[in-house]
């Protein structure tokens, strides 16, 4: 096969991101063991801990107590989400200076596909290393590149090259890379499973290939599958390349003009409950709310907050919605004939738990409502607010009507 037809995938990183930005904002920290995640008498865990903590043992996920435990001496930072956020869109930035098929796995971690710019790079291993050079250089922040000929191996590359290095997998080299490698450094494989394949004897992924595909089906189901697959470097995945929405908006046109208070909140509780399902199953999170209203005379009003932490959950876009709407219809004393709210200034990134203790159970309660919406249809769980408007669409039915509810996006 043709070098240059072989797909050149390669996987980026950056190492201890958060620990590396307050490092970067605060000098005087280098060198030290750093744990990010709040402070070591704050419950939560640590989010990112620099390599200097774990060297003691600590690791991201582990509590910040018992972090404090094994490193007394290590510096607690809570961390600012939106700092970090931006430092992540400088990365992509630069990242998609290289090519356009770049897809972000998390706000540090990137797979890029440079074989459509075979054009512009004679050498592709070059300009990988190019690339490492540029981002350490241009955001001061150290990070490890992997390369191969799938994502697969490009990711397991890069583990390899931790903390800063450059690994390529190069055309032919790829079962001995696989051969040797632990198999805990498959990103696919359970804790339990790890357990279950070392009591088999089974520690490298070499010792994985012994293992018929059907044993591994039976004993870990898909997982298996995945394993099988895996451990042999087999990865058809394409990198993908999502474009955040700049916006995105529910709106209703009522079919007669509303007057009572009640039913316009029960309609608005409607439009955010939509729009959130659509947030979350976009992975978006918003930092402006926008509602808007359209009077009986045909005037169209809309008010908008920005919010510093971007949300997601129906509770809180609900009550930013309320406070926004109350005083537009209020104040008019005009019934309203379209009801609308929008989200915009979007992001991907989750608001991780630790930096906002509350909004968790919301999240979770938004999640496990999702779930059975995905299963049973909306109308299967609706608030006791939304219950309200179950006459008004029964009642359209039966004249053959359907309330109008646009989706817009972009
Ligand atoms: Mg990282």
Known sequence: MNARSRRFIVHIDIDAFFAAVETLLDPTLKGKPVVVGGLPHERGVASTCSYEAR?????????????H?????????????????????????????YTPDVEEASLDEAYLDLSRCGHLYPSFSRAARGLKARIERDLGLAVSVGAGPNKILAKLATKKAKPGGYFEVEPGGEEEFLRGL????????????QVILRL?????????????????RALFGLEGEDLYLQSRGIDARPVVTRV???SVSRETTF????????????????????????????CLYAHIIEVKARYSD?????????????????????????????????????????VGVKASDLV???????????????????????????????????????????????LEKERGFVLKTASLTR
């Not at 490298?204 to 059907?214: C, E, I, M, T, V």
């Open 55 to 67: 060297r003691f043992g600590v690791h991201s996920g582990m509590p910040l107590a018992k972090a």
């Open 69 to 97: 435990e094994l490193c007394p001496q290590a510096v607690f930072v809570r961390g600012n989400h939106q700092v970090y956020q931006s430092f992540s869109e400088a990365f992509f930035r630069l990242l998609r200076e």
């Open 182 to 193: 632990d198999i805990e450094a498959l990103p696919g494989i359970g804790p339990k499973s």
């Open 200 to 216: 088999l004897n089974v520690h490298r992924l070499g010792d994985l290939w012994g293992l018929p595909r059907a044993s591994l």
């Open 244 to 246: 955040t929405p700049k």
């Open 255 to 282: 079919l007669r003009d509303i007057w009572d208070t009640r039913l316009l909140l029960a309609h608005l509780a409607y439009l955010c409950d939509r729009l959130t399902l659509a947030l979350r199953q976009g």
């Open 298 to 338: 045909f005037r169209t009003e809309a008010r908008r907050r920005l919010m510093i932490t971007p949300r997601q959950e129906m509770g809180d876009v609900f009550r930013i919605a309320r406070e926004l709407f109350l005083p537009l219809f209020e104040g008019s004393r005009l019934s309203l004939r379209l």
């Open 348 to 394: 991907r990134s989750r608001p991780r738990s630790l930096f906002e203790p509350y909004s968790e159970r919301g999240e979770r309660l938004g999640a496990a409502v999702g779930e059975v919406r995905d299963k049973y249809g909306f109308g299967s769980l609706l608030t006791a607010r939304e219950r309200m408007l179950e006459p008004l669409y029964s």
